[in-house]
């Protein structure tokens, strides 16, 4: 079966950044519609008209992944809002209750990135934001979208391709 929209395909990559260092891999394959909200756009026109066994390596410049990193989206909160146990790497879905900083969007996924006594660093931007990316996928299947992936615009699985707008700061949600 040929790639169009919509449809279904099945994954396995490997993603790195441009200096060769692995951020991901995929041996077992995963599911993204074609023609709905799975897949980047850049991804999408490289499956497009192809079938199962084709596979590529892809150049991903930050605007056509994960967008740029957006220095405004990095804050200070006060370490008494994350309790006691908080430390790099923790994320968190949204601000913290009682959260001070004007202007950043509520409901972002937040990274804590430095922890200090009276402070924490906190960072709205995706982990991959900024970063050109090297994409070496291969289709595995390629299979009709069902009414409900259809409507859905998705499989349904999240995955590290799935598109995520990084929040704009002053917004209030993510996009």
């Known amino acids: 079966m040929q790639i ?6 099945s ?7 441009t200096q060769g260092q692995l951020i991901d891999e995929l041996i077992e394959p995963l599911e993204f519609m ?18 199962t066994g084709f596979s590529a390596t892809l150049h991903l410049e930050p605007d056509q992944a994960f967008g740029a990193y957006e220095p405004e989206l990095v804050c200070f909160e006060s370490r008494s809002l ?4 908080v430390e790099p790497g923790m994320q968190f879905d949204g601000l913290p ?14 990274t804590v ?17 900024g970063i050109a990316l090297v994409l070496a996928l291969v289709v595995r299947d390629v299979r009709e979208a069902t009414e409900q992936e259809i409507e859905r615009r998705s499989v349904g699985e ?4 799935t598109p995520i707008s990084a929040p704009q700061a002053g917004s209030d949600t993510l996009h």
């Open 158 to 161: 999240e995955s590290l391709f």
């Open 82 to 85: 994350f309790g006691e146990h």
């Open 11 to 17: 994954l396995s990559w490997r993603l790195e950044d």
């Open 34 to 51: 074609i023609g709905g909200d799975d897949l980047f756009e850049r991804v999408e026109e490289a499956l497009i008209g192809q079938e």
């Open 97 to 110: 209750e009682g959260a001070t900083t004007e202007g950043m969007p509520r409901e972002a996924i937040y």
């Open 4 to 9: 169009a929209a919509p449809c279904v395909v």
């Open 113 to 129: 990135t430095e922890v200090y006594d009276e402070h924490v660093v906190i960072d709205g931007n995706h982990p991959l934001a």
